[in-house]
């Protein structure tokens, strides 16, 4: 199978920074997709990495590390809109996606 | 630009009645076509995938069904829906990519809620 674990709920403050983190199986790998989704809505795009690094936008960032399996999404200067679930999805063998389940993020004042 | 219309929104259906919901996309051609669901507090579990008009991969054994009549329309079938069925199903389509590096973008969803 192609695990991808992240952590289930996170909670953080106004103002500032959280990073939350994706696993996920090498074998196969082809890229990384991170989405945010507000509850009851559809998920939108909000990064993809295929090389090691970071990729900035704005003030959401994504790395990537291929040899580790590993990948975390980084949010600043949080807002309280920025309160959703933050999936992270793997392409697999060049068209096959898979989502993790999720993390849910609570923005607190 | 590119728009996804998915419907209807909500639907509250009961067991062994049939389902069909519609998918259509405008402003691209030929494109990635895909059905998910997700239950409460789970992630998204694809359904089912489409490269073009008439072509449908399955990804689970289930009860459902898709078809693609049209290049930029997408349904999801039941014939007798299941309370299992229950969910959030969303379609979504992506431009065909290299090595699938482009990304999806989904539609509203449908809430089905089968009783």
């Known amino acids: 199978g192609q695990n991808i674990d992240q952590p289930t709920e996170m909670t953080a403050t106004e103002g500032a920074i959280v990073q939350i983190n994706c696993t996920y199986q090498t074998s196969g790998f082809n890229g990384l997709f991170w989405y945010q989704q507000h509850a009851g809505e559809a998920p939108t795009f909000l990064s993809y990495?295929?090389?090691?690094g970071l990729e900035e936008k704005g003030r959401f960032s994504s790395f990537l590390s291929r040899s580790k399996g590993y990948s975390y999404l980084l949010l600043k200067e949080l807002q309280m809109k920025d309160s959703a679930s933050y999936l992270c999805a793997v392409v697999y063998n060049n068209n096959d996606m898979r989502f993790g389940a999720g993390t849910r993020l609570t923005v607190k004042p | 630009s590119q728009t996804i219309h998915q419907w209807p929104a909500t639907l509250v259906q009961p067991v062994g009645s049939p389902l069909s919901l519609e998918c259509t996309v405008e402003?691209?051609?030929?494109?990635?076509l895909y059905w998910y669901r997700q239950a409460a507090g789970r992630g998204l579990q694809l359904l089912f995938y489409?490269?073009?008009?008439?072509?449908i991969s399955s990804e689970v054994p289930q009860n459902l069904s898709a078809s693609r009549p049209q290049d930029r329309q997408f349904i999801l079938s039941s014939k007798k829906l299941l309370l299992s069925d229950s969910g959030f199903y969303l379609c979504?389509?992506?431009?065909?990519?290299?090595?699938?590096?482009?990304?999806?973008?989904f539609g509203d969803g449908t809430r089905l809620s089968i009783l």
């Open positions: 489409s490269v073009g008009i008439g072509q």
């Open positions: 402003g691209t051609s030929n494109p990635n």
């Open positions: 979504a389509w992506s431009v065909k990519g290299r090595g699938g590096n482009q990304p999806q973008h």
């Open positions: 990495n295929v090389l090691d």
